[in-house]
C-alpha cells in the first residue's frame, strides 16, 4: 500500500524580490509541514505550478489543470497535480506592480492562457492574481488528483458547508495499492465517492489515451521518427499551447519505448526559467509552451516535434537511424492498419458496411501492442547472449552485443548498434536478465509468441488479430473489471469563476490537518504491513535466435561439400599425408570465406587438442596456422560470429618444437587481426567463461559433462543439459533458504572463480598482443586499440587503479630497451584496463584488485623473455617454400637485367582483373616476381586466391613507357603484413601495383628503382633497347666501324653532316650541268676512295633535280636517298614534283621539288627536299624562313587531285611575319629594313601559293569568306564561328568560337558534322591561313590579299600532357572508386577533357577538309608546326585521300608527316634524361585516336584494321624500334640511321623499323588487315566530331593477363594446346572447349572472326595435304575476285557482293560490317588439285590487284619484292644432297629466280640470275627423285656456274615454268 497523496500545498502570487514586473510563485501552506522520511519534500515546486512565469491578469481566468513531473536525485518521478484559479489582487500587492510591468503580464498573458470575456463587470483597472493548489505524490492516478483539487475548489466557490481540513486531512491519510488490479473506493468526507483503478502488472506503463492522441497529433512517420530518435539517445523537445497535451505526448513516446525504460532527463512540462536546461549535452525528452518557440531556434541538435503543427523538425546535422528493413516497413503498414482500417477497403468495389472504429482508449493499446511486437521480432532470442557473471550476492548479467548482432545478422545496421550501446538497453539488462523474477507480457511474447509472429508476416489480417489480442490484455491490464462503480464528486457551477467570490482561499488550520494525519500514522504502525508475495518465476529463454532477414551470403553459402572438404584435409593434415592436404588447401581457405566452414574448422581442430596441448611438425603447423589466419583475416573487431572465441583456446594449444626446450606455440604466428586489440571481444570472451565456470560450479559433478572451455552459445537447451541462466534461477530461489556462512561460501567460490580467470587472461592477451619480433612493435601500435586505448578508453570504471600502477611499471621493473619497454607498457596498460573494468564490474575485492595489478607486469615481462628465445630459434628455420618463380618469355635480343624479385601485384581499381561487376574470376591479387629486362618490366605470378587455379598472370610494359613511379605502403595479400610497395604507371595503360615480400631486403627494392630509372632516362639515345639489340653496345665505348667493306653507313652519315655544316652559309656555287645517270646506278654504295666535298648550287634550274653524274658519287648517293624518302615518292605520286628533266614540262607545273634544304641548313627539322612554288627562287627561301618560328616556312605538303587546291603546313609566324604585314604601318622606321624585306619576301611566297592554283593564277577582283550570304553567318552558322574578320557586319559571333567547343550549332549539325555540301559558295579566299587566335591578335587584314586568317583557339602541348594523365588516372585509377560503377569511370574521364581535345582536332580537319574539296588552299601553322600542325594536316590527308587509308599509304604519310617533317618523337616521349623533366606528352598517341574515331565511323573506308593503330600506338613509345626515336631527319642522318635500312640484306636480324616488322608479319597473319575494306576511291570522310560521338578507345582499357600487351607477336604466341587425341597423360581425349574470360584471354586469338578462321582451316587443309601453303592475302584476294565476278550475271554490271562499295553513304559512314548471309558461299574455296596456287587465273589476278587500291607499284619501297611468277618445284641439291621441295619466285624486274624454305618464309634461301642462265633443257630424273612424279614434269636448268635439277608436281606446272622462265630470258 502507498499514500494517494504526499504532500498538499498552497502556491500564490508574491512579488519578485529584485523588484522587477515578474512575480513569483510562493508557498503560503504546505501539509504536512514535516517532510516524510521516506519522500522529503520536492524542491522548486512553485516554478512548475506556472510553467509560463507567474504573473497577474487583467481578467478572471477559467481554472486550469495540469500534472508536471519532478524527477528526484534517485530517479524517482514526483506527479505534481497543479489546480490554477484566479483572484483579485489585494491593494499591497497592487502598489508593488507598477504599470509598466501590468502591461508586460497582459502581453504575457493574452500569449499564454486562452481567455474567456467577463461577464461579471470586474473594477476598470482590477487585477487578478492566480493560486494554484498542487497535489504531489509518487503514484500516476491523474483523473483522481483532478477530481480532488476540483472538489476542494468547488468547496470554496460555492462555500459549500464542508470543513477544508478535514477533506485535505483524508486525502493527505488515503492509502491504495501500488498494483495488483484491486480497485479502491475513496471519500473525502465531502459526500463524494471516487473508486480507484490499480493496473494488474506494476512493470507496464499506463498510457491512457497518450499513445492514440500522439498518432493522432503528428502521424505515423513522425511518430517513428521520434520513437527512433528517442532509442539512439538524441534531443528531443515536445512544443504545444496546452500543458496537459505536452505531458500526454511524453507519456505517449515513453509507453512506446517499453520495455525499454528512458533514463535521461524527461521533463514533461518545463518552466519557462530553466529554458537553459535545453543547452544541455546529454539526450532528453522535454515539452515546452509554444510561446517560447523563438527561444528553441537556435538550437542546432534537437529535433522539435510541434504538437499543434503536426510537424517535426531534424536538424541537418542530425541523422536518426531508421528501424532495420523488413521491420521498418512491415511496422509502418500495421500502424496504418490500426489507424485507419478504412484504407484496406478504399478500393473495394463493394465495400462492406462501416465497422465500428474502435474508442481512443483501445486504439492506444493497439498501437502500443505493434510496438510490443517491434520489440519482441527485434529484441528474439537476447537471453541466449546473456552472461551471468555471478549469482551471489546479486546477479551480475553482461549481454554478449557482438554475437546478438552477429547471429541477427544485423552487424551493418546502425540503429540496432545505437540501442544496443545505449543507456536504456543496459537498463533493460539489469532488470530483464535477472533469471529469477516475476514475469510480464513482453517476457512471454519474446519467449513463446516469436514463432507465431514470423509465420504471419505475409498476412495481414493475422496480424491485426495479433495485434488486437495483445492489445486486449493492455487494456485489461489498466481497466481489470469493465463495471466501474459511477463517480460522484461535486463540481463547481457553470462560470463559478466570474463570480465575485465573497473572500480569497482561506488560510487552513495546520494544527487539524496535523493531527487527523497524525492519527492515521499511528494506525497504520499497529496494524500488520500487508506483504503481497511476488510471483517470481524462472523466466523462459524462448527459442533460440535466428536471422532478421535470411540473407544468402553470396558465394559463399556453405554447403555440406564445402564442410566436407574442411573435414577431410584437417584430418589430412593430422594423419601426415600432406600431398593431399595441398591438394585441398586451396579449396579449404576458399571455403573459409563462409561462416559456417570457418565454425567447423574450429570444431576439427578441438578434436584433435588432447590435454590442452598438441604438438605438431613443422608442416603441420604451418597449415594450421595458415587456415587460422584464413579464418581470422575477416573477422571484424567485434568478432559477432564467435570465431576468434572459438579459435583463442586453440592458439595456445596447437604449438612445435623448436629446439629442446623451444617452443612456438600458434598465438605467435596469429597476432596480425584488429580483433585481439578490441577491448569488448576480451570482455565478452572473459564474460562467456566465467559463466561456464560458474554454472559448473553449482552443477552436480554427475551433470558435468562438458568441458569448462565450452564454446559460447554451442548449448542447446536440453532437459538434461540446463543453461547457466537455469542454474543461477535456481541459485536465486534456493538463497532465501540458505544459511549465512553457506551464503558467504558461495559468494568466495564466486570471487576467486572470476578472480582466477582474470589471471587467465592476463596471460591470454599478453601472448596475443606482444609480438614475437619486438621490432615490428609499430604494427602493434598501429592496431586499432593499443594506441588510442590510451586516451579513450570505453571503461565505466570510477575506482580505476591501472593508471597509477602502469605508470610506475615502467620505472620500477628496470627495462633497459626502451623499444621493448614500449611495448611491454603498452601491453601492461591494455591488461590494467581490462582487469580494472572486468573486475569491478564482477565484484572483485579491492585486495585481489590490487593483486592483479602487480602480477600483470610480471606475466608481460616473463613471456617476453619466453619469446625471445622463440624468435631466436624460428629465424634459424629453414625458409618456407615459396611458389617456384615463372621465367617470362624474353625477345629475341632482349636481356634480363635484374633477376625476379618476389612480389604480390596488387588490383589497381579496374574492376577488370579481380572479379568484380564484370564476373570473372579474382586474378588479382597475384603472387609472383617482377623481372626487369633492358626492353620491359614483367610480373609473372598466379593468383592468391586459390579457387582461380592455376592461370599464370602476366602484366607488363616496355620501360620506355614508364610515366610515373612511387613508393607505397600496402599490405600483403596472404599475410595481412604492412609491406613495403612500388606502384609503376606506364603509358600504355598498365600498371604495376606491387607489394615487395618480405625477404626482399629493402636493398633489392632500391636496386630495382635505380636499375629501373637507368634504363627507362639514358643518358643517349644510343643506350635505348632499339640501339643496344643485337650488338653488344655499352654508353661510352665508341661505335664499331667496318674498314673493310667499304665505308660503313656511319661513315657516310659523318660525311654527310660534316658537308652539311661546309655549305651552310655558303650563297652562291658555281653553276653545273645535270645528266641523269641510269636509275640502276641509284642505290650502289659509293667506294671508299671517293672524296667527301659536294658542290650543288644555291640557284639550281627546276628541271636539275635528279642527281647526275657531274656530282661526286658520294653526293649522289645523298641526292639518290633523298629522292628515295617517303616524302619523294609521295610528292611524285601526287604529281607536285618530277624526275623528269624536260624543261618545257617543268615550267608548266606550278611547284617544284627544291633541294634547298638537303644539307638541313635552312630548316634542321624538315626534310632535305620541299615543295614550294615554281616561282620562288631558293635563295628566297631562306629570308622567308626567317618569318617563322623553328624556320619552319609553308612548304606543300599534299594537293588535291580534283580541286587542285593544295595544303601547306608551317610553324607559327614570330611577332613579325603575316602579322606584321597585316598592320598597316605605312612609313616603316629605318631599323625595320630587315625585318621589312623578310616581310615582302613572305608576301612574295605567300602571292606565288596563291597564283600557283590553276584557278586563280588570272583571277581578279577579291571575295573572301565575308562575302558569304548572312544566312550562313548568323550566330551559329558555319563560317560565323570560325574565322575572324572585323570588315564584315554580318559576323558577330565570337571568332573560333566553334573550334573551341562553343558552337551552338542548329539541329541538322547536331553531330558536329557539316550542313548542308553546299554552304560554301563560289565567293571565297584562294588561301587560307589557320592560325593561333593568340598570334594573330591585332591583325587587320587588307581587302587586298588574296588569302585570309581564320584564328583559331587551340590547346597547347602542356594541355595535353595534363589531360592524359588525367585519362590514364580515369582508366587505370590505382585504388579502387569510393563508388565503385560506370559513373565514376565517365565522370573522371569527362574532368580529363581528353575527348574534347579529340572533338578540336576532328573538328579543325574537317573545316580544313571541306575548304580543300571546295578548291581554296589552306596553310595551316600553329604552335612550332610540329605537333598540331602534324596532327592535323595528317587527318586532313587521311579524311582527303583514300590511298592514306591503305597499309602502304598510312606508312607513307606517318614518314612524310611525322617522320621527316620532324615531329619530336624523343622530346615528347622523354626518351633520355635530359627530357626526363619535360615528361611524357602523347601527340601521335592523339592522332591515332582521331584515326580510330574515324576508322569506328567509316569501318570499309580503311584498309588497316582497329589492331593496327594500337599496335603503333604502343610501338611508337616502346623504343623496340628505330623507327620513332629522333626528333627529325637531321638527327637520324646524324646517327646514321636513315639509310640503314636500304643497306645489303642483313641475316635473321630483330627488325629495327617497324614497318619492316608489320610487312614481314603482314605476310604471315591478317590481323593487320581489315575485311571490311571495300573503298570508295572519291570518298572524302566527314566525320562527326562531337563528343557524343565519340567512343573511348579500348586501347585504354582493355588488357590482356594471360599472356600480357598482344603487340610484342612473338610473346603472344603462347604455345599451342595439343590436340584432342594426343593428350600427353594418355587419358580418355577432353573436350577442347574452354572457358574465355575478359581481361585474362586475347578475345581475338581465342574467339578468331569467321574469315581468320577459314584461313586458317584453309591453311591446315593445305599442309595436310602436303601442299605449301598459299599466302592468305592471295587466297583472300581470289575469293574477292571470285565473288565479284559471281555477282556479274553477264559479266558486267554492278557488282553485288558484300564487300563492294555499293553500300549509300549515311550507312557506309555509321559502319557496315560483313552480314551473315553471303559469308560461307564466299569462301566455300574448291580444294581441286589442278587449283594450284601457281594457276591464277590473269583476270581474277587484276580484280585482286584492283580491289586492294595498290594503285602505286611503281613507287613501292626498294626492299619489297616483285613476284612475277610463284610455286613450289622440287630442286636436287648440289652433289651428294638429296632433292627438297622449295617455294620458288620468278622476279622479271630484278631478273632472278628465288627460292624459298617454304610459302611464308620471308628469307630467301638463294638466287638463280637469269642473266647467268645458259639453256633450259627437259631433264631425267635422278637418285632420291620423287617416285610419283611422270618423268615428263622433270627439267634442268644450266647456268655458268652450274648445272639445277627441277621437278613440278605435274607436267602441265613444268611446261608452265619452261615457258615462264624463256619468255623471262628473251624480254631480257
Not at 493475422?462 to 487494456?475: D, F, K, M, S
Not at 571503461?795 to 621493448?820: H, P, R
Not at 624562313?1185 to 609566324?1213: E, I
Amino acid at each position: 500500500m502507498a499514500r494517494l497523496a504526499d504532500y498538499f500545498v498552497l502556491v500564490a502570487f508574491g512579488p519578485h524580490p529584485r523588484g522587477s514586473g515578474e512575480g513569483q510563485g510562493q508557498i503560503l501552506q504546505r501539509f504536512p509541514e514535516k517532510d516524510w522520511e521516506d519522500n522529503p519534500f520536492p524542491q522548486g515546486i512553485e516554478l512548475f505550478c506556472q510553467p509560463s512565469g507567474w504573473q497577474l491578469c487583467p481578467e478572471r481566468n477559467p481554472p486550469t489543470f495540469f500534472v508536471a513531473v519532478l524527477t528526484d536525485i534517485n530517479s524517482e518521478r514526483h506527479y505534481c497535480a497543479c489546480l490554477t484559479f484566479w483572484e483579485p489582487v489585494e491593494p499591497t500587492q497592487e502598489v508593488v506592480c507598477t504599470e509598466d510591468a501590468t502591461k508586460r503580464e497582459e502581453e504575457a498573458c493574452e500569449g499564454g492562457q486562452a481567455q474567456l470575456s467577463p461577464t461579471a463587470p470586474a473594477q476598470p483597472g482590477q487585477l487578478f492574481a492566480p493560486k494554484t493548489l498542487v497535489l504531489v505524490s509518487r503514484l500516476d492516478h491523474m483523473e483522481v488528483f483532478r477530481n480532488s483539487l476540483g472538489l476542494i475548489y468547488a468547496i470554496h466557490v460555492e462555500g459549500l458547508n464542508v470543513c477544508l481540513e478535514n477533506v485535505i486531512g483524508n486525502l493527505l491519510t488515503c492509502t491504495v495499492p501500488l498494483a495488483g488490479g484491486s480497485q479502491r473506493t475513496i471519500s473525502l468526507g465531502a459526500g463524494d465517492r471516487q473508486v480507484i483503478q490499480t493496473p494488474l502488472a506494476d512493470s507496464l506503463p499506463v498510457s491512457r489515451c497518450s499513445v492514440a492522441l500522439l498518432f493522432r497529433q503528428l502521424g505515423i512517420t513522425n511518430v517513428l521518427s521520434l520513437f527512433c530518435a528517442a532509442l539512439t539517445e538524441h534531443k528531443v523537445l515536445f512544443l504545444s499551447r496546452s500543458y496537459q497535451r505536452l505531458a500526454d505526448a511524453c507519456r505517449g513516446l515513453l509507453a512506446l519505448l517499453f520495455p525499454l525504460r528512458y533514463s535521461f532527463t524527461y521533463v514533461p512540462i518545463l518552466p519557462a526559467q530553466l529554458l537553459e536546461v535545453l543547452s544541455t549535452p546529454t539526450p532528453f525528452i522535454i515539452g515546452v509552451n509554444a510561446a517560447f518557440q523563438a527561444e528553441t531556434q537556435e538550437l542546432l541538435d534537437v529535433i522539435v516535434a510541434d504538437l499543434d503543427g503536426g510537424t517535426v523538425t531534424v536538424p541537418e546535422c542530425v541523422h536518426i537511424p531508421p528501424l532495420p528493413e523488413p521491420l521498418q516497413s512491415q511496422t509502418h503498414n500495421v500502424l496504418s492498419m490500426v489507424l485507419d482500417p478504412e484504407l484496406e477497403l478504399a478500393d473495394l468495389a463493394f465495400p462492406p458496411p462501416t465497422t465500428s472504429a474502435s474508442s481512443l482508449k483501445m486504439q492506444d493499446k493497439e498501437l502500443r501492442a505493434v510496438f510490443l511486437r517491434l520489440f519482441a521480432q527485434l529484441l528474439q532470442g537476447y537471453r541466449w547472449c546473456l552472461h551471468i557473471v555471478r549469482i551471489h550476492p546479486e546477479p551480475v548479467i553482461r549481454f554478449h552485443k557482438a554475437a546478438f548482432l552477429g547471429q541477427r545478422g544485423l552487424v551493418e545496421d546502425d540503429f540496432l548498434m545505437k540501442v544496443l550501446e545505449g543507456m536504456a538497453f543496459a537498463g533493460f539488462v539489469s532488470e530483464r536478465g535477472v533469471p529469477y523474477r516475476s514475469t510480464d507480457l513482453f517476457d512471454e511474447l519474446v519467449a513463446h509468441e516469436v514463432a507465431r509472429m514470423r509465420a504471419d508476416e505475409n498476412h495481414p489480417q493475422r496480424v491485426l488479430r495479433h495485434v488486437q489480442e495483445l492489445a486486449e490484455q493492455l487494456y485489461k491490464n489498466e481497466n481489470p473489471y469493465p463495471a466501474v462503480t459511477m463517480h460522484k464528486v461535486q463540481r463547481p457551477g457553470e462560470a463559478s469563476h466570474l463570480r465575485r467570490t465573497p473572500r480569497p482561499f482561506p488560510r487552513l488550520d495546520e494544527g487539524t490537518i496535523q493531527w487527523i494525519v497524525d492519527q492515521a500514522a499511528a494506525k497504520m504502525q499497529s496494524a500488520p504491513p500487508a506483504v503481497k508475495a511476488e510471483r517470481k518465476t524462472t523466466v523462459p529463454s524462448g527459442p533460440p535466435m535466428t536471422a532478421i532477414l535470411e540473407r544468402c551470403s553470396g558465394p559463399h553459402i556453405n554447403s555440406a561439400r564445402r564442410l566436407e572438404v574442411v573435414r577431410n584435409c584437417i584430418s589430412y593434415v593430422f594423419e601426415g599425408k600432406m600431398l593431399e592436404a595441398k591438394k585441398l588447401l586451396p579449396a579449404v581457405l576458399r571455403a573459409l570465406k563462409g561462416r559456417a566452414a570457418r565454425r567447423c574448422l574450429a570444431q576439427e581442430l578441438h578434436l584433435h587438442v588432447q590435454q590442452n596441448r598438441a604438438v605438431l611438425d613443422h608442416q603441420q603447423f604451418d597449415f594450421v596456422v595458415r587456415m587460422m589466419n584464413c579464418c581470422l583475416q575477416d573477422c571484424t573487431s567485434l568478432d559477432e560470429h564467435g570465431i576468434a572465441a572459438a579459435l583463442l583456446p586453440l592458439v595456445t594449444a596447437f604449438c612445435r618444437k623448436l629446439s629442446p626446450g623451444v617452443t612456438q606455440f600458434a598465438y605467435s604466428c596469429v597476432q596480425e587481426h584488429v580483433v585481439w586489440s578490441t577491448p569488448q571481444f576480451w570482455e565478452a570472451m572473459f564474460y562467456g567463461d566465467v559463466q561456464t565456470h560458474i554454472r559448473a560450479l553449482y552443477l552436480e559433478p554427475s551433470e558435468d559433462g562438458e568441458s569448462p572451455s565450452q564454446e559460447f552459445g554451442e548449448a542447446q537447451y536440453q532437459d538434461d543439459q540446463r543453461s547457466a541462466l537455469d542454474v543461477a534461477s535456481e541459485q536465486r530461489r534456493l538463497w532465501p533458504t540458505l544459511s549465512r556462512e553457506k551464503q558467504q561460501e558461495l559468494v568466495q567460490k564466486e570471487e576467486s572463480t572470476v578472480f582466477s580467470q582474470a589471471i587467465h587472461y592476463a596471460n591470454r592477451m599478453s601472448y596475443l598482443l606482444l609480438p614475437l619480433d619486438s621490432s615490428k612493435s609499430r604494427l602493434l601500435r598501429e592496431r586499432a586499440g593499443l594506441g588510442d586505448l590510451e586516451s579513450a578508453s570505453n571503461s565505466l570504471i570510477t575506482n580505476s587503479m591501472a593508471g597509477s600502477v602502469a605508470e610506475s611499471y615502467d620505472t620500477e621493473s628496470g627495462f633497459e630497451d626502451a623499444e621493448t619497454c614500449d611495448v611491454a607498457g603498452a601491453v601492461v596498460r591494455f591488461i590494467n584496463r581490462f582487469v580494472d573494468k572486468v573486475c569491478t564490474e564482477s565484484g572483485v575485492t579491492s585486495d585481489h584488485l590490487k593483486g592483479l595489478h602487480v602480477m600483470v607486469p610480471d606475466i608481460v615481462q616473463m613471456h617476453i623473455e619466453t619469446l625471445e628465445a622463440v624468435h631466436r630459434e624460428s629465424k634459424r628455420l629453414p625458409p618456407i617454400q615459396k611458389p617456384k618463380l615463372l621465367r617470362p618469355r624474353l625477345l629475341p635480343g632482349e636481356e634480363c637485367v635484374l633477376d625476379g624479385l618476389r612480389v604480390y601485384l596488387l588490383p589497381d581499381g579496374r574492376e577488370a582483373g579481380v572479379g568484380g561487376s564484370g564476373g570473372g574470376p579474382a586474378l588479382l591479387p597475384a603472387e609472383g616476381a617482377v623481372f626487369l629486362t633492358t626492353y620491359r618490366v614483367i610480373f609473372t605470378g598466379m593468383p592468391t586466391d586459390p579457387l582461380v587455379g592455376e592461370q599464370v598472370v602476366v602484366r607488363s610494359f616496355p620501360v620506355a613507357t614508364l610515366t610515373k613511379e612511387k613508393r607505397i605502403s600496402v599490405q600483403t595479400p596472404v599475410d595481412q603484413l604492412l609491406q613495403d610497395g612500388l606502384q609503376l604507371r606506364s603509358c600504355t595503360f598498365q600498371l604495376l601495383k606491387m607489394a615487395f615480400d618480405e625477404e626482399v631486403g629493402s636493398d633489392s627494392a632500391e636496386l630495382f628503382r635505380k636499375q629501373l630509372h637507368k634504363l627507362r632516362y639514358p643518358p643517349d639515345i644510343r643506350g635505348t633497347f632499339a640501339f643496344t639489340l643485337g650488338l653488344a653496345y655499352t654508353p661510352g665505348r665508341p661505335a664499331r666501324t667496318a674498314k673493310d667493306k667499304g665505308p660503313s653507313l656511319r661513315t657516310l652519315s659523318r660525311n654527310l653532316v660534316k658537308n652539311a655544316k661546309k655549305t651552310i652559309g655558303r650563297q652562291y656555287v658555281t653553276r653545273k650541268k645535270y645528266n641523269p645517270p641510269g636509275l640502276e646506278h641509284r642505290g650502289q654504295p659509293p667506294s671508299e676512295d671517293q672524296e667527301d666535298e659536294i658542290s650543288v648550287s644555291e640557284e639550281l634550274e627546276p628541271s636539275t633535280l635528279t642527281p647526275s653524274s657531274a656530282l661526286k658519287p658520294s653526293d649522289r648517293m645523298t641526292m639518290s636517298s633523298l629522292v628515295e624518302r617517303a616524302c619523294c615518292r609521295d610528292y611524285q605520286r601526287l604529281g607536285l614534283g618530277t624526275l623528269s628533266s624536260s624543261l618545257s614540262r617543268a615550267k608548266s607545273e606550278p611547284f617544284r621539288i627544291s633541294p634547298v634544304n638537303r644539307m638541313y641548313a635552312i630548316c634542321r627539322s624538315y626534310p632535305g627536299l620541299l615543295i614550294v612554288p615554281q616561282s620562288i627562287q631558293d635563295n628566297a627561301l631562306q629570308r622567308v624562313s626567317r618569318c617563322y618560328r623553328q624556320n619552319r616556312f609553308p612548304v606543300v605538303c599534299w594537293r588535291s587531285g580534283r580541286s587542285k587546291a593544295v595544303l601547306l603546313r608551317s610553324g607559327g609566324l614570330h611577332g613579325k611575319g603575316v602579322v606584321g604585314l597585316f598592320k598597316a604601318q605605312n612609313a616603316p622606321s629605318p631599323g625595320q629594313a630587315q625585318a621589312d624585306s623578310s616581310s615582302l619576301e613572305q608576301e612574295k611566297y605567300l602571292q606565288a601559293v596563291v597564283n600557283s592554283m590553276p584557278r586563280y593564277a588570272d583571277s581578279t577582283g577579291r571575295n573572301t569568306l565575308s562575302g558569304f550570304s548572312s544566312a550562313h553567318m548568323g550566330g551559329h552558322g558555319k563560317w560565323g564561328s570560325v574565322r575572324v574578320s572585323s570588315r564584315s557586319s554580318g559576323l558577330g559571333a565570337d571568332v573560333g568560337s566553334r573550334l573551341a567547343g562553343r558552337d551552338l550549332l542548329s539541329p541538322p549539325q547536331a553531330n558536329g558534322t557539316p550542313s548542308d555540301p553546299g554552304f560554301l559558295r563560289p565567293q571565297r579566299a584562294a588561301l587560307y591561313i589557320i592560325g593561333d587566335k593568340a598570334q594573330l591578335k591585332g591583325v587587320r587584314p587588307d581587302p587586298l590579299q588574296q588569302w585570309e586568317l581564320v584564328p583559331i583557339e587551340v590547346f597547347e602541348a602542356r594541355q595535353v600532357k595534363a589531360s592524359f594523365k588525367k585519362l590514364l588516372k580515369a582508366c587505370v585509377p590505382g585504388c579502387p572508386a569510393a563508388e565503385p560503377g560506370p559513373a565514376s569511370f565517365l565522370r573522371s574521364l569527362e574532368d580529363s577533357e581528353w575527348l574534347i581535345q579529340i572533338h578540336k582536332l576532328l573538328q579543325i580537319s574537317v573545316l580544313v577538309v571541306e575548304l580543300l574539296d571546295s578548291g581554296s588552299s589552306v596553310l595551316v601553322s600553329l604552335e612550332d608546326g610540329w605537333d598540331i600542325t602534324t596532327q592535323v594536316v595528317s587527318l586532313v590527308q587521311l579524311l582527303s585521300d583514300p590511298f592514306y587509308r591503305t597499309l602502304e599509304g598510312f606508312r607513307l604519310l606517318v614518314e612524310k608527316e611525322w617522320l621527316s617533317f620532324g615531329h619530336r618523337f624523343s622530346h615528347r616521349g622523354a626518351h633520355t634524361l635530359a627530357g626526363q623533366s619535360s615528361g611524357f606528352t602523347p601527340v601521335f598517341l592523339q592522332f591515332l585516336d582521331c584515326v580510330h574515331q574515324v576508322h569506328l565511323q567509316f569501318p570499309m573506308e580503311f584498309e588497316f584494321s582497329q589492331f593496327y593503330l594500337k599496335f603503333l600506338g604502343y610501338h611508337h613509345a616502346s623504343r623496340r624500334f628505330r623507327t620513332f626515336l629522333l626528333d627529325s631527319d637531321y638527327e637520324r642522318i646524324e646517327l646514321g640511321l636513315l639509310y640503314e635500312e636500304k643497306g645489303e640484306r642483313r641475316g635473321q636480324l630483330a627488325c629495327r623499323s617497324v614497318w619492316e616488322y608489320v610487312d614481314r608479319l603482314s605476310k604471315r597473319t591478317p590481323m593487320f588487315y581489315n575485311y571490311t575494306y571495300a573503298p570508295e576511291d572519291t570518298e572524302v570522310l566527314r566525320p562527326y566530331s562531337n563528343v557524343s560521338n565519340l567512343k573511348v578507345w579500348d586501347f585504354y582499357t582493355e588488357e590482356t593477363l594471360a599472356e600480357g600487351p598482344p603487340y610484342d607477336w612473338e610473346l603472344a604466341q603462347g604455345p599451342s594446346e595439343p590436340p584432342e587425341e594426343e593428350r600427353p597423360d594418355g587419358g580418355a581425349p577432353q573436350s577442347r572447349r574452354r572457358v574465355v574470360w575478359p581481361c585474362y584471354d586475347s578475345r581475338p586469338r581465342v574467339q578468331p572472326d569467321a574469315i581468320s578462321r577459314l584461313l586458317e582451316d584453309l591453311q591446315r587443309l593445305e599442309t595436310e595435304l602436303g601442299r605449301s601453303p598459299e599466302r592468305w592475302k592471295d587466297t583472300w584476294d581470289r575469293v574477292k575476285a571470285v565473288q565479284r565476278l559471281e555477282g556479274r550475271p553477264d559479266g558486267r554490271g554492278t557488282p553485288s557482293s558484300l564487300l563492294v562499295s555499293s553500300v549509300p553513304h549515311h550507312r557506309r559512314s555509321l559502319g557496315v560490317y560483313l552480314q551473315e548471309g553471303p559469308v560461307g558461299s564466299t569462301l566455300s574455296l574448291s580444294l581441286d588439285s589442278d587449283q594450284s596456287s601457281s594457276s591464277t587465273t590473269s583476270s581474277s589476278r587484276q580484280a585482286a590487284r584492283r580491289s586492294t587500291s595498290t594503285l602505286y607499284s611503281q613507287f613501292q619501297t626498294a626492299e619489297s619484292e616483285n613476284r612475277s611468277y610463284e610455286g613450289t618445284l622440287y630442286k636436287k641439291g648440289a652433289f651428294m644432297k638429296p632433292w627438297k621441295a622449295r617455294w620458288f619466285v620468278l622476279d622479271k624486274t630484278k631478273h632472278q629466280l628465288r627460292y624459298y624454305d617454304h610459302r611464308v618464309d620471308t628469307e630467301c634461301k638463294g638466287i638463280i640470275d637469269l642473266a647467268e642462265v645458259e639453256a633450259v633443257a627437259p631433264g631425267t630424273p635422278t637418285m632420291g627423285a620423287p617416285k610419283t612424279v611422270d618423268e615428263k614434269a622433270f627439267f634442268d636448268v644450266k647456268t655458268t656456274r652450274r648445272v639445277y635439277n627441277f621437278c613440278a608436281q605435274d607436267v602441265p606446272s613444268a611446261q608452265q615454268w619452261v615457258d615462264r622462265i624463256q619468255s623471262c630470258l628473251s624480254d631480257a
